[in-house]
Structures are given as C-alpha cells and as structure tokens.
T-cell receptor, first 114, second 112 residues
C-alpha cells in the first residue's frame, strides 16, 4: 500500500471561498502530481513537481496553484472557488523502479462548489 | 486524436470468461506503459507494467506492440472482483519523464 494521504476526502463549499487541498507522502518521493478527474472521464494532469521549490503546470489548464516547500507535502490552493471547480482531485507521487516511474495515488478529494 | 485511446466499453462478461482490452497511443516516442485499475469512486492503482516482451501476472497478461503503437490486457477466468475500470497509461519519457497520460478507461462488469 502506498503511503500517500489527502485531506479532506470530501469538501462542500460556497462560491468565492479560498480552499487548500492537502497532500502528503511519507515515501520520500521527489516527484509529485495533481490530477483532476470528472465522473466517468479520464484523469488530467494539472500540476506537477520534480522536487522542493519545483512546480510546473500540467496538460490541463487550471486556476489552482501549488507549492512544494517540503518534499513530503504538495498542497493545492484555489483562491476563489467556483462551481466549475467541482471535481475529484487526485494527488500522486512517483519513484523510479526497474527503469521506469511508478506512480502511487492518494485516495482523492471530492470537491463540490455550490 | 487523443494521445491514448481505449474502447470505453462497457464489457459485461460472466464469471470465468476471458476478456481482452485494447489501447492505442499516438506518441511513438513513448517509453513506458502501464495498466491501472480504478474501482468506482476510488483512486487508480497500478495493476501491472507492460514490458516489450509481454508479461504475465497470474490471470493477467499484458502485451505491447511498438510498431503498431498498441497495448493489450488479457484477463482469464474473470472474477466478480475484477469489475472495475481499466486504464491504459503511457509515459512519454524524455522531457516529459514521469508524466503519465491516461486513457479514458474501459469499464468491465463481471456478473455471476
């Protein structure tokens, strides 16, 4: 089992609120990722980090921001939540093994913006 | 064209059946390939990596055809617990090292 955690697991919040989704891993992985997934749809990468103080935008444009001050922690922030942000957000981290990266996912945060 | 394409299904099969999923990818520079499994309302979990020579893990067999840019997953003797969405996943490597591209997933339902 992967040691990667996300909080909260479920969040219902009103429009305009600032929210931070937490993600932490205790495996010492350098690389971490945030994905967004709508029901029945594919995962889309929105942010990734290759290590402390490294953050990059993913393939899907997102109004969220991320930070990586510590190796184990990769929070995602929405300054002003909107109904269009309603989705599932999955955090992942990866390690190198047998010549390729293996990604491990956290349990996800289901966000509903009213 | 999507970078990774899968038949979304759903595949409805009886217990004990053999079922095969296919996946194609568009980036010929892709370097590593995986099958993930995602249960309803859960996170994806790695099922198996796909090696160039093909590989087997119990009832599951994965194949890769680089020339055709095609990946397959075969499940033999299906169990009720195999019901899930199966995600074909590709890593482009190079400057995209570590970044995975996910297919939409193929839904499998195994019934008694």
């Amino acid at each position: 089992e992967a040691d990667i955690y996300q909080t909260p697991r479920y969040l219902v919040i009103g429009t305009g609120k600032k929210i931070t989704l937490e993600c932490s891993q205790t495996m010492g992985h350098d690389k971490m990722y945030w994905y967004q997934q709508d029901p029945g749809m594919e995962l889309h990468l929105i942010h990734y980090s290759y290590g402390v103080n490294s953050t990059e935008k993913g393939d899907l444009s997102s109004e969220s921001t991320v930070s990586r001050i510590r190796t184990e922690h990769f929070p995602l922030t929405l300054e002003s939540a909107r109904p269009s942000h309603t989705s599932q957000y999955l955090c992942a981290s990866s390690q190198m093994g047998l010549g390729y990266e293996t990604q491990y996912f956290g349990p996800g945060t289901r966000l509903l913006v009213l | 064209r999507k970078e990774v394409e899968q038949d979304p299904g759903p595949f409805n099969v009886p217990e004990g059946a053999t079922v095969a999923f296919n996946c194609t990818y568009s980036n010929s520079a892709s370097q590593s390939f995986f099958w993930y499994r995602q249960d309803c309302r859960k996170e994806p979990k790695l099922l198996m990596s796909v090696y160039s020579s093909g590989n087997e893990d119990g009832r599951f067999t994965a194949q890769l055809n680089r020339a055709s840019q095609y990946i397959s997953l075969l499940i033999r003797d299906s169990k009720l617990s195999d019901s899930a969405t199966y995600l074909c996943v590709v890593n482009a490597g190079g400057t995209s090292y570590g970044k995975l591209t996910f297919g939409q997933g193929t839904i499998l339902t195994v019934h008694p």
